[in-house]
């Protein structure tokens, strides 16, 4: 299923700007970033909620906050890609 992650997390201190490239970082080994804070993931339901509660256990509940858009499998039909930035097919091999 493809999920989408978007966050916010606050960065006025320092503990907020390693909050954010902590989230970032555990986002990025579950998908792709498609905007600065937001990610889309293809992940199964056990990935699923092993990623929340990573997450959950990243933030700091009264500064920060976390969205999860569950897009299902059938998920091609639900995304319109406008403006810069390839469409990538996150289910596609990556080649290096």
Not at 63 to 91: M, Q
Request: glycine fraction near 6%.
């Amino acid at each position: 299923m493809l999920i989408l992650v978007t966050y916010d997390v606050q960065t006025s201190t320092t503990g907020g700007a390693k909050r954010l490239r902590h989230v970032a970082k555990k986002c990025g080994e579950y998908g792709i970033r498609v905007q600065n804070s937001v990610f889309e993931c293809v992940v199964d339901a056990t990935q699923y909620k092993q990623l929340q509660l990573a997450l959950e256990k990243i933030i700091d509940p009264e500064k920060d906050s976390l969205r999860f858009y569950n897009l299902g499998n059938k998920y091609n039909s639900k995304v319109i890609h406008i403006g810069a930035k390839e469409t990538l097919d996150v289910e596609a091999p990556l080649i290096f």
